[in-house]
């Protein structure tokens, strides 16, 4: 059974700090990790990694793969209160198109 | 707006009672994801419909059913409700199998 852990659970910062959030999987047949954001409802989607893809960035935001190791990092730098959120990670195993996902970390930056 | 629209927002039922979930994948998607999502399981997954037909199934109770449409909506059909089925229930689509899921707003369903 695929499996992802998150950590920290939650987390609390200032503004304009940089947050470092982590995502340990384990799937059989990896085949993709995905980045959500979720604030008030739905999850809306950040990155996705690859083996062909291990590094993402858009903005302040950006995400490593290492697949030897089997975990990725979300990065964001100099955060704003915008980016108070809920954070979940989710994979793609073998077989399957479906994602698993961990219980996600709660981000809140305070001014 | 991710383009996944669901239809309650909001529903308020009593135990023992039916509902039917709705769902219109983006234009163009094939694929529609059904996961539910409590407060202490997260975002779990229930079941896959690829252009009509069932692809996979997940943590889905046999008191629930699902099914996706000839225009590819989906209706997710919740049975016998118990207290505990009171959840946030997401439909997510997604154009090639391999790319990322683009998630609806959400049915929070409250069982009284």
């Known amino acids: 059974e695929d499996k992802v852990v998150q950590s920290p659970l939650s987390l609390v910062v200032h503004e304009g700090d940089t947050v470092t959030l982590n995502c340990s999987y384990e799937?059989?047949?990896?085949?993709?990790l995905l980045w959500y954001k979720q604030e008030k409802k739905a999850p809306t989607f950040l990155f996705m990694l690859t083996s062909s893809g291990i590094e993402k960035k858009s903005g302040r935001l950006s995400s490593i793969l290492d697949k030897k190791e089997l975990f990725s990092i979300l990065n964001i730098t100099a955060t704003q209160t915008g980016d108070s959120a809920v954070y979940l990670c989710a994979v793609k195993g073998a077989g399957s198109y479906q994602l698993t996902f961990g219980k996600g970390t709660k981000l809140s930056v305070i001014p | 707006d991710s383009g996944v629209t669901q239809t309650p927002k909001h529903l308020i039922t009593a135990t023992g009672q039916r509902v039917t979930l709705r769902c219109s994948p983006r234009s163009g998607d094939l694929s529609v994801y059904w996961y539910q999502q409590s407060l202490d399981q997260g975002l779990q997954f229930l079941i896959h419909y690829y252009n009509g037909e069932e692809r996979a199934k997940g943590n889905i109770l046999e008191r629930f059913s699902a099914q996706q449409f000839p225009d590819l909506h989906s209706e997710l059909n919740l049975s016998s409700l118990e207290l505990g089925d009171s959840a946030l229930y997401f439909c997510?689509?997604?154009?090639?199998?391999?790319?990322?899921?683009?998630f609806g707003q959400g049915t929070r369903l409250t069982v009284v």
């Open positions: 997510a689509s997604n154009r090639e199998l391999e790319g990322e899921a683009f």
């Open positions: 799937v059989t047949n990896f085949r993709s």
